[in-house]
T-cell receptor, first 114, second 107 residues
Framework: GAGVSQSPSNKVTEKGKDVELRCDPISGHTALYWYRQSLGQGLEFLIYFQGNSAPDKSGLPSDRFSAERTGGSVSTLTIQRTQQEDSAVYLCASSFGPGGSSAFFGQGTRLTVV | KNEVEQSPQNLTAQEGEFITINCSYSVGISALHWLQQHPGGGIVSLFM???GKKKHGRLIATINIQEKHSSLHITASHPRDSAVYIC?????????FGAGTRLTVKP
């Protein structure tokens, strides 16, 4: 596709279940970012992948959160044992290189934990 | 102090009014993004700027690198412009976001 694609667009899950959120970046983009926006809050950095370098995981809020990027392309953000405070919009962005200077954003995944 | 400051936080306008949203940043940047988030939560990238001015339809974005300031203008505002507008400063390997400006345009 021409843009960054995220799936699903909406996800409702029961507390305690695991969820996987997917991001398909633009082909050729080496940098990929995950952010989240909780209700009434600003966008919060979660994790950053750049090429084959070790990801910057400094923004992950707990060890229930993990992300991987297979083959330098598709990324999956996994939340284990979801809690109600995990409810948020999860946003993915990709860019050609570090710095985000040509970053493109996905439409986001709205996660609701009930 | 946040590295990216937006003003105003909330803005209510009448249909047809000219609207300006401001963004000031304190970090060195490689680019600045304006994003639009509608009530359903989806986020759309409106502009990416590294200098000067860009225009798309009724939307205009400007940036002054020396003053570390950007503005988003909406001409002839319409109720469908109601959304949260977010400024994001791209620096090194991270992006820093403003808190957003909630715009409501009344018919």
């Amino acid at each position: 596709g021409a843009g960054v694609s995220q799936s699903p667009s909406n996800k409702v899950t029961e507390k305690g279940k695991d969820v996987e959120l997917r991001c398909d970046p633009i082909s050729g983009h080496t940098a990929l970012y995950w952010y989240r926006q909780s209700l009434g809050q600003g966008l919060e950095f979660l994790i950053y992948f750049q090429g084959n370098s070790a990801p910057d995981k400094s923004g992950l809020p707990s060890d229930r959160f993990s992300a991987e990027r297979t083959g330098g392309s598709v990324s999956t953000l996994t939340i284990q044992r979801t809690q109600q405070e995990d409810s948020a919009v999860y946003l993915c962005a990709s860019s050609f290189g570090p710095g985000g200077s040509s970053a493109f954003f996905g439409q986001g995944t709205r996660l609701t934990v009930v | 102090k946040n590295e990216v400051e937006q003003s105003p936080q909330n803005l209510t306008a009448q249909e047809g009014e000219f609207i300006t949203i401001n963004c000031s940043y304190s970090v060195g940047i490689s680019a600045l993004h304006w994003l639009q988030q509608h009530p359903g939560g989806g986020i759309v990238s409106l502009f990416m700027l590294s200098s000067g001015k860009k225009k798309h339809g009724r939307l205009i974005a400007t940036i002054n690198i020396q003053e570390k300031h950007s503005s988003l203008h909406i001409t002839a505002s319409h109720p469908r412009d109601s959304a949260v507008y977010i400024c994001a400063a791209a620096a090194n390997n991270d992006m820093r976001f403003g808190a957003g400006t909630r715009l409501t345009v009344k018919p």
